[in-house]
């Protein structure tokens, strides 16, 4: 018996204990009694967990800050420990263990603040900057699918963006398919854009839209996307996708932000601008139709 207890013990002595904060969109997940969870990707910056739990978001991505903030997302100061796909870990009452890591959540922040008042003026020439040309090309440039959803938001068409939506879902390849992120860059916009430009009709067809995507989104795409599509239904996003929303309505310079987002990924940022244009063009046209 004697074995056992001193591997124990030495376990005990070589756990690594540290506060963080996380973003209030996992405030359910991790105020819950504690889950098992599984490590489903493991990079430098950040690690993604899966917890087994009906609640969303499912994912969590506990990272350090040289990773993207994405909304489902819990900091540490510190470095991460060295943990591989299929680890096992637990989530639950404000605390998350990986590995030898056990991190205490302590502070949240707001991945769906609110924006400023927005004019038609501001939203017209946000609109003109977000259509021209950049590299790099969203995913799915020239993609049918993504032309159809543009037009069936442009006139409000409920069956239009729901039918271009469903082709959307899971296509693409990676953790976060191009179509999620189109998908994920509009809802957040109409539904934020919307409110600050007091065009009901996009907040509206956001909340439609959003729960189209999310409905069956655990069977259709990869678990880290269906959380994010979750999360953007909910109007949350990270800061660069945040940043550009704010410099759509004027509260900061758009450019400079679109070119930070536009960087994330293989083309992730890019999809997510092309969601975000689609949307813009979508309350400008929308709220005309007052």
Do not use: K
């Not at 376990?11 to 489903?40: D, F, M, N, Q």
């Not at 959540?105 to 038609?120: F, I, K």
Request: glycine share 12%; hydrophobic share 45%; charged share 20%.
């Amino acid at each position: 018996m004697g074995g056992p207890v001193t591997v124990s013990t030495r376990a005990r002595r070589t756990r690594i204990h540290v506060t963080g904060a996380a973003s209030t969109a996992v405030r359910p997940v991790l105020e819950s009694p504690r889950r098992p969870a599984r490590v489903i990707a493991a990079f430098p910056a950040g690690v993604y967990l899966e917890v087994r739990t009906d609640l969303e978001p499912s994912v969590i991505a506990v990272i350090t800050g040289a990773a993207i903030r994405l909304p489902n997302s819990a900091l540490l100061a510190g470095p991460l420990p060295h943990v591989t796909v299929g680890d096992e870990a637990s989530v639950g009452d404000r605390a998350i263990d990986l590995g030898p890591l056990s991190l205490s959540v302590r502070r949240w922040w707001d991945p769906a603040p609110s924006l400023a008042p927005a004019e038609p003026g501001s939203l017209a020439g946000a609109a003109a900057i977000l259509a021209r040309p950049a590299e790099p090309r969203p995913g799915l440039d020239g993609n049918g699918a993504v032309a159809s959803l543009s037009a069936a938001c442009a006139t409000g068409w409920l069956l239009g963006v729901v039918t271009a939506a469903e082709q959307l879902i899971g296509l693409g390849p990676g953790l976060t398919p191009s179509g999620d992120d189109v998908l994920a860059g509009l809802l957040v916009t109409l539904r934020h854009v919307g409110r600050a430009a007091r065009t009901e009709r996009a907040v509206w067809l956001a909340d439609w839209l959003g729960a189209t995507v999310t409905f069956d989104a655990r069977t259709r795409t990869t678990p880290l996307s269906a959380t994010l599509l979750h999360c953007a239904a909910r109007g949350e996003a990270s800061p660069e996708v945040l940043a550009v929303l704010r410099g759509v309505t004027g509260e900061q310079a758009l450019e400079p932000a679109l070119n930070r987002l536009r960087r994330l990924g293989h083309t992730s940022g890019a999809d997510l601008a092309q969601g975000v244009a689609i949307g813009v063009r979508a309350v400008l046209s929308l709220g005309g139709r007052r």
